[in-house]
């Protein structure tokens, strides 16, 4: 008997919360590491039985569907790939802020509410974006779960986090990443040094975190398998070589991502701040370019939906806020969240996307690659699970 087909990379698919996804990834190896109440949903313990001190590293926008783009320049990522991956998929949106909220949060998005790259403050017509998240509203209220790092270390666990000194006491870092001892680390020999030196460090039970963020921003700024791409995946390539070479005998990696990018041709981008007929009605829009929220003027709903699925047609799945938590996209929503989200929701199919160009910064609309919506190119990420 076969297994399945790997889906098409433009085909939808949804998140597997709880047993296939980012958010699984902590609190399976809190369980390795004996942590009371963790409860090891994928299945990790039998290859890492014996394992105290376990390193976790997100590449942001090294999709499941990137590899074998990447393989040329980095034979480690592909053979690890080969021989110790596995596909999970992130949550939806599939963006950085909510990956990175998810993965240390071990929830989906609806429970943390980091529900987008950017979303409306409620009660306001602010947007905040997550990435320029300064403190306000407050971190600790904005995101109430508590982290995984934060109950790894009531148990015992040395927990360190490792990332860019310039996140350092971010409002997406202390949602993220509170609990861990946070330590600055610029580029690929400085990150690697500071996780394995942090792994190694203590003689008890011990969990390193590691963010490198190269390959999702050359994506972006010039495409996938770009020259500058390329150049990035080989210096993860580096990075993973020095990790694995490093790890002591004890110790495990586990190498994934927050999700994967697509390329969005100029001539399958819809510009909202230049087309009357999608600004009608709405008041607020956020999100980002592949998943567009929108809040529209009171009583607006069926007319904003019914103007964007004519525009967008089937380059778009056009639903209300109502229909995208029925359908389970975010996992469960609490009603304090609920309001983060768009009274109706885009989300891009295939390689559209829906700029707003006077709205948002200029850069936003140069960019090459998207990601956000819940295409298999940007929902699957990798599992990487590597013994010392």
Not at 331 to 344: A, F, M, T, W, Y
Request: aromatic share 4%; proline share 9%.
């Amino acid at each position: 008997m076969t297994s399945a087909a790997p889906p098409d990379p433009l085909e939808v698919v949804a998140p597997r919360y709880g047993g296939g996804s980012l958010a699984d990834v902590v609190p399976s190896a809190l369980a390795v590491l004996g942590v009371p109440g963790a409860v090891d949903l994928l299945g990790l313990t039998p290859r890492l039985a014996g394992v105290r001190r376990i390193a976790v590293l997100l590449v942001d926008g090294l999709g499941w569907y990137q590899i074998p783009t990447a393989a040329p320049y980095a034979p480690t990522l592909a053979g690890l790939a080969a021989t110790v991956g596995r596909p999970l998929t992130s949550g939806f949106p599939s963006t950085t802020p909510t990956g990175l909220v998810s993965l240390g949060a071990g929830v989906a998005p609806g429970p943390h509410g980091v529900l987008g790259f950017t979303v409306r403050v409620p009660g306001t017509d602010r947007v905040l974006n997550h990435i320029e998240w300064a403190g306000d509203p407050e971190p600790l209220t904005w995101q109430p779960v508590r982290t995984q790092w934060e109950r790894a270390r009531a148990a015992g666990v040395a927990v360190t986090v490792v990332s860019r000194p310039e996140f350092a006491g971010s409002g997406l870092t202390l949602a993220a990443n509170r609990g861990g001892d946070y330590r600055g680390a610029a580029g690929v020999d400085a990150l690697a040094a500071t996780m394995l030196a942090a792994l190694a460090a203590g003689p008890g039970p011990t969990l390193v975190s590691g963010y490198h963020p190269d390959l999702d921003r050359h994506g972006h700024l010039t495409g996938v398998d770009s020259a500058p791409w390329r150049i990035a995946a080989a210096e993860v390539d580096t990075l993973l070589a020095r990790l694995v070479d490093g790890l002591p005998p004890d110790a495990a990696l586990l190498v994934t991502a927050d999700h994967g990018q697509l390329d969005v041709p100029a001539a399958h981008r819809f510009d909202l701040d230049t087309d009357p007929r999608l600004r009608a009605g709405v008041q607020v829009v956020a999100g980002e370019p592949r998943v567009r929220y929108l809040h529209v003027e009171p009583g607006a709903v069926d007319d904003v939906v019914a103007a964007w699925s004519a525009v967008l047609g089937p380059a778009a799945r056009v639903e209300t806020r109502d229909e995208a938590v029925a359908a389970g996209r975010f996992g469960p929503v609490p009603e304090e969240h609920l309001r983060r989200v768009g009274d109706v929701v885009v989300t891009c199919h295939g390689t559209y996307a829906v700029l707003a160009s006077r709205s948002e910064p200029p850069a936003v609309s140069r960019l090459v690659a998207y990601h956000g919506a819940d295409t298999a190119a940007e929902l699957t990420i990798p599992l990487l699970t590597v013994r010392g």
